[in-house]
Nanobody, 126 residues
């Protein structure tokens, strides 16, 4: 499974962005997916995940109510809609998947991540 993120940009506080993560090699439908971000000088943190059939989504407290994760398995694409962006949302955003996924389970911990994309940078600044 190969993952490629896109959509990162420089945006003003209060603005919106939609990130995409395109999967290749294997179909996305087999994987629970997670978005991570890493700010300069900080550890990579999981911010949202979605189960294989999309019935369960999870968010970190820092993004809950502002970000929405979704997937379009027909397009092998994962999305992260980010609204009301704040300067503290700046960082490199990565999509990731475990080696194996089970229905009804997704995880925001990096422990079981097997596949990583290369990331897309987001800068929120006036």
């Amino acid at each position: 499974l190969r993952l490629a993120e896109s959509g990162g940009a420089v945006v003003q506080p209060g603005g919106s962005l939609r990130l995409s993560c395109v999967a290749s090699g294997y179909h996305l439908e087999y994987y629970a997916m997670t978005w991570f971000r890493q700010a300069p000088g900080k550890e990579r943190e999981g911010i949202s995940c979605i189960t294989t059939n999309g019935d369960i989504t999870k968010y970190s407290d820092s993004v809950k109510g502002r970000f929405t994760i979704s997937r379009d398995d027909a397009k092998d694409t994962l999305y992260l809609q980010m609204n009301n962006l704040r300067p503290e949302d700046s960082g490199v955003y990565y999509c990731a998947a475990p080696e194996f996924s089970w229905r009804g389970v997704c995880d925001m911990s990096p422990t079981d991540v097997f596949f990583w994309g290369k990331g897309t940078p987001v800068t929120v600044s006036a």
